[in-house]
């Protein structure tokens, strides 16, 4: 059988079983742990559980999808009255948040909030039983769905652990008062709260994402494609591929730039975040090339914290020793009492002896500095699609694995796997070559 056979009999068996396209995420999903890749993108099994995160970053998102649809009318009220405009979007992505989350009472469940509380709460036995909990659930999921019996008999000891878990959190519950602000959703999922986040992540992103692009051409907002993708060679790949791309600009200098916004409580680190970035940039590279012939130059991940920024030194230093430092009579500053900590740091702040910590973070996909990442993006998407052929049409079965790793381990795997595409000497490319591939 000829490979170009063998190709399209791949991509009609893996379309039979209704996987019609690859995105990053059921990438990323079938690496980590097959059998929710089973539940999620086969059974189309999803959980109805909605996070402040979610409710925040969508509804900001929203906002800022709203501020490029009427983009004239909003540079001019940029120019004029920027308090106009803030209040403008923020109402925009408010109101969203209102009716997407709030009337629909699209709340966490009651039992995952409280997972939540235990897990950063400190509570060993619940703990543990949560953990015991995530590992039956990764069983019923990998459980075929016509194996009724054995998923029944699976799902009762699940209930069980539910049940356990919920009578020692009821346990701490009566002797820790405390934890009456984080059960029933508590201080964290009130209204008020997400209202403020997302007051917050509509101004960080006016205040310090939007100068720096607010001479980029726009091009599109929310761009949702399901497209043929090539290789580098122009041979089209056994499986479309889904992108939603927030937005596309061209620079200065006219080239094409991916933007993905990212409302995030922390900020990632490079380390960490960068096998992820890097191959969802890819993703969108292919994605945008193909819809719109146009080769982009990079992908930008920005991420925005939706609070206020902080002192960067906070209980990182003595505050009162780095008074002394700076002349600052600490004892006798306050009306010849003592300062308090939040005296000591306006007064160092006022002084820029100690920075605000950032609330922006930004990674750039660079495709004409790193070319050979896109070859290490189409090893990934092949081999995915040979890792679905064979669990699909040779039934070799879809295994959970409970620590869901990216990559199968994680940053160190990926930088093993990324030596075999990374050139030993920097090569000789010019910008005209790298765009060129």
């Given at each position: 059988?000829?490979?170009?056979?063998k190709?399209?009999?791949?991509?009609?068996?893996?379309?039979?079983s209704?996987?019609?396209?690859?995105s990053?995420?059921?990438?990323?999903?079938?690496?980590?742990?097959?059998?929710l890749?089973?539940?999620h993108?086969?059974?189309?099994?999803?959980?109805?559980?909605?996070?402040?995160?979610?409710?925040v970053?969508?509804?900001?998102?929203?906002?800022?999808?709203?501020?490029?649809?009427?983009?004239?009318?909003?540079k001019?009220?940029?120019d004029?009255n920027?308090?106009?405009?803030f209040?403008k979007?923020?109402?925009?992505?408010?109101d969203?948040a209102?009716?997407?989350?709030?009337?629909?009472?699209?709340?966490?469940?009651?039992?995952?909030?409280?997972?939540t509380?235990?897990?950063f709460?400190?509570?060993?036995?619940?703990?543990?039983?949560?953990?015991d909990?995530?590992?039956?659930?990764?069983?019923?999921d990998?459980?075929?769905?016509?194996?009724?019996?054995?998923?029944?008999?699976?799902?009762k000891?699940?209930?069980?652990?539910?049940?356990?878990?919920?009578?020692?959190?009821?346990?701490?519950k009566?002797?820790?008062?405390?934890?009456?602000?984080?059960?029933?959703?508590?201080?964290?999922w009130?209204?008020?709260?997400?209202?403020?986040?997302?007051?917050m992540?509509?101004i960080?992103?006016?205040?310090?994402?939007y100068p720096?692009?607010?001479?980029?051409?726009?091009?599109?907002?929310e761009?949702?494609?399901?497209?043929?993708?090539?290789?580098?060679n122009?041979?089209?790949l056994?499986?479309p591929c889904?992108?939603?791309?927030d937005?596309?600009?061209?620079?200065?200098?006219g080239?094409?730039?991916?933007?993905d916004?990212?409302?995030?409580?922390?900020?990632?680190?490079?380390?960490?975040?960068?096998?992820?970035?890097?191959?969802?940039?890819c993703?969108y590279?292919f994605?945008v090339?193909?819809?719109?012939?146009?080769?982009?130059?990079k992908?930008v991940?920005?991420?925005?914290?939706?609070?206020?920024?902080?002192?960067?030194m906070?209980l990182?230093?003595?505050?009162?020793?780095e008074?002394?430092?700076?002349?600052?009579?600490?004892a006798?500053?306050?009306?010849g009492?003592?300062?308090?900590?939040?005296?000591?740091?306006?007064?160092?702040?006022a002084?820029?002896a100690i920075?605000m910590k950032?609330?922006?973070?930004e990674?750039?996909?660079?495709?004409?500095?790193k070319?050979?990442?896109?070859?290490?993006?189409l090893?990934?998407?092949t081999?995915?699609?040979?890792?679905?052929?064979?669990?699909?049409i040779?039934?070799?079965?879809?295994?959970?694995?409970?620590?869901?790793?990216?990559?199968d381990?994680g940053?160190?795997?990926?930088?093993?796997w990324?030596?075999?595409?990374?050139?030993k000497?920097?090569?000789d490319?010019?910008e005209?070559?790298?765009?060129d591939?």
């Amino acid at each position: 059988m000829s490979e170009t056979t063998k190709s399209q009999e791949i991509r009609k068996s893996l379309q039979a079983s209704w996987i019609e396209y690859l995105s990053f995420s059921s990438i990323k999903e079938l690496r980590n742990n097959e059998a929710l890749f089973l539940k999620h993108y086969i059974n189309y099994q999803w959980d109805n559980n909605i996070f402040i995160a979610t409710a925040v970053g969508k509804s900001c998102h929203h906002g800022i999808e709203m501020f490029y649809s009427d983009l004239d009318n909003n540079k001019k009220l940029w120019d004029t009255n920027q308090k106009l405009l803030f209040e403008k979007i923020i109402k925009i992505a408010q109101d969203y948040a209102k009716d997407e989350y709030i009337a629909k009472n699209k709340k966490p469940d009651d039992f995952w909030n409280s997972k939540t509380m235990i897990e950063f709460g400190g509570y060993s036995d619940v703990a543990l039983k949560v953990d015991d909990y995530a590992k039956q659930a990764e069983v019923v999921d990998a459980i075929i769905p016509t194996d009724v019996a054995e998923r029944e008999k699976a799902q009762k000891a699940l209930d069980a652990l539910e049940v356990e878990i919920k009578a020692l959190i009821l346990k701490h519950k009566e002797k820790d008062a405390k934890l009456d602000d984080f059960i029933q959703y508590g201080k964290e999922w009130s209204i008020e709260s997400i209202m403020e986040k997302i007051n917050m992540g509509i101004i960080n992103w006016f205040q310090q994402v939007y100068p720096k692009i607010m001479n980029w051409k726009f091009i599109s907002s929310e761009y949702n494609r399901t497209l043929d993708i090539t290789d580098l060679n122009g041979e089209i790949l056994d499986l479309p591929c889904k992108i939603i791309v927030d937005c596309i600009f061209e620079d200065e200098n006219g080239e094409t730039i991916i933007v993905d916004w990212k409302f995030k409580g922390q900020l990632s680190n490079e380390e960490s975040i960068k096998p992820e970035y890097d191959m969802q940039g890819c993703t969108y590279f292919f994605g945008v090339w193909a819809g719109l012939a146009k080769k982009p130059k990079k992908a930008v991940f920005i991420e925005i914290q939706p609070s206020e920024a902080k002192p960067s030194m906070y209980l990182q230093v003595d505050l009162r020793a780095e008074c002394e430092k700076h002349n600052i009579d600490w004892a006798k500053g306050n009306n010849g009492k003592w300062m308090t900590n939040g005296m000591m740091q306006e007064a160092l702040l006022a002084i820029n002896a100690i920075e605000m910590k950032p609330v922006v973070y930004e990674y750039d996909v660079d495709f004409v500095a790193k070319p050979y990442l896109l070859d290490m993006f189409l090893a990934l998407y092949t081999e995915t699609i040979v890792r679905l052929y064979q669990l699909l049409i040779e039934g070799r079965g879809f295994k959970p694995n409970i620590f869901d790793q990216w990559f199968d381990g994680g940053v160190t795997v990926y930088k093993e796997w990324m030596d075999q595409f990374k050139p030993k000497e920097a090569p000789d490319y010019t910008e005209e070559d790298a765009i060129d591939l």
